[in-house]
């Protein structure tokens, strides 16, 4: 009996001095994932308009306070839908941005004018959080089929963002 307490008194140590794995990821590695998604697609990445941080906080209801790095870029032309932020959230508030980006996420579905060629994309829509960072994507090429169906069209637009999210997990291993 001795000897079992002793066992599990000695698991119990080694397991307490054990390094924690961090959820925090540095800019570096904030840096690394955005670039690693622009990568990804390439000449069919098209946001090419900045979102300051006065946007992030007045349409995504980011307060600033909570970030502490951030990338976003939005369409240029209102014809276009692509858009794509990153948030590095500061300490205890990575999930108040990531219910702000799903917010918004339900916004783009439910609430925002879309045309129907970007309906596809927009249902789509993907708000992923990795430790303290959190991704909105809404990215990739237009379905260029004649007529798809529908199905097929969400099929396609949701292939075209998981895109982004595995260059985003590629990224930050």
Same mark, same amino acid.
């Given at each position: 009996? +001795? /000897?079992?307490?002793?066992?599990?008194?000695?698991?119990? =140590?080694?397991?307490?001095?054990?390094? @924690?794995?961090? %959820?925090?990821?540095?800019?570096?590695?904030?840096?690394?994932?955005?670039?690693?998604?622009?990568?990804?697609?390439?000449?069919?990445?098209?946001?090419?308009?900045?979102?300051?941080?006065?946007?992030?906080?007045?349409?995504?209801?980011?307060?600033?306070?909570?970030? +502490? /790095?951030?990338?976003?870029?939005?369409?240029?032309?209102? =014809?276009?839908?692509?858009?794509?932020? @990153?948030?590095? %959230?500061?300490?205890?508030?990575?999930?108040?941005?990531?219910?702000?980006?799903?917010?918004?996420?339900?916004?783009?579905?439910?609430?925002?004018?879309?045309?129907?060629?970007?309906?596809?994309?927009?249902?789509?829509?993907?708000?992923?959080?990795?430790?303290?960072?959190?991704?909105?994507?809404?990215?990739?090429?237009?379905?260029?089929?004649?007529?798809?169906?529908?199905?097929?069209?969400?099929?396609?637009?949701?292939?075209?963002?998981?895109?982004?999210?595995?260059?985003?997990?590629?990224?930050?291993?």
């Amino acid at each position: 009996m +001795k /000897k079992l307490i002793l066992m599990l008194f000695v698991s119990l =140590l080694l397991i307490g001095c054990a390094p @924690a794995a961090s %959820a925090d990821y540095t800019e570096e590695q904030f840096d690394k994932a955005v670039a690693a998604v622009k990568a990804e697609y390439g000449e069919d990445y098209i946001p090419s308009a900045e979102i300051n941080l006065q946007i992030l906080e007045e349409v995504y209801k980011i307060n600033k306070d909570w970030i +502490k /790095k951030s990338f976003a870029e939005g369409p240029m032309m209102s =014809l276009n839908t692509d858009m794509f932020v @990153a948030v590095m %959230a500061t300490d205890g508030n990575v999930d108040k941005v990531e219910q702000a980006l799903l917010d918004y996420k339900e916004y783009l579905i439910n609430e925002s004018f879309q045309y129907p060629m970007n309906m596809a994309k927009v249902k789509s829509t993907q708000v992923v959080k990795k430790g303290n960072l959190v991704f909105l994507l809404v990215l990739g090429k237009y379905d260029e089929r004649p007529e798809p169906t529908e199905e097929q069209a969400l099929k396609f637009a949701q292939d075209e963002i998981q895109r982004g999210i595995d260059a985003i997990n590629e990224a930050l291993k």
